[in-house]
């Protein structure tokens, strides 16, 4: 199957993810594609609780296409019957390119800046960065925390 040929803006996508996954929250469930960039792609969860969340699937290779932390994506064929609300909201929120996504670092919630992959909250590891094609997150020698100073 071509993936490539299923990541347009409006498709749905069944994920899977291993345990350890940084995406690990997004294992078994289905999203919804909203934008796509030169490193992954955005995507929203639609959720019925509330607010939706939406998240960046970074790419681990974009030729193939494989995305870092998702073990399985399955294109499910259809387009999202909200996807104009979907992508308004998104527009809202990333009007600016400041929207983060959110991963999980040692048990831990983070936020994540997906067009660098530097982590800003929380502050305890704003040190790090995610390095997809290792799907880790590492130390960024450029970033010292106040403690380091």
């Keep these: 199957m071509d993936l490539g040929s299923h990541l347009n803006i409006g498709k749905k996508l069944f994920l899977n993810t291993p345990n350890d996954s940084p995406y690990r929250f997004l294992n078994n469930s289905q999203v919804d594609i909203v934008d796509l960039a030169d490193n992954g792609v955005w995507v929203v969860k639609p959720s019925s ?3 939706d969340g939406n998240h960046f699937l ?3 290779n974009k030729e193939m296409p ?3 932390g998702i073990s399985r994506v399955n294109p499910l064929g259809e387009e999202s019957k909200y996807l104009d609300r979907y ?3 998104y527009k809202m929120k990333n ?3 400041q929207l983060t996504t959110t991963m999980v670092h040692d048990g831990e919630t983070v ?3 997906p067009y660098s992959g530097k982590v ?3 502050i305890k590891y704003q040190n790090l960065v995610f390095k997809p094609q290792e799907c ?3 130390k960024d020698k450029t970033v010292k925390l106040p403690e380091e100073i």
């Design 49 to 51: 609780e509330g607010e």
């Design 58 to 60: 970074f790419y681990k």
């Design 66 to 68: 494989n995305f870092s």
């Design 87 to 89: 992508i308004e909201k």
């Design 95 to 97: 009007h600016d390119r």
């Design 111 to 113: 936020k994540v800046m």
């Design 120 to 122: 800003i909250f929380p």
């Design 136 to 138: 880790k997150f590492a």
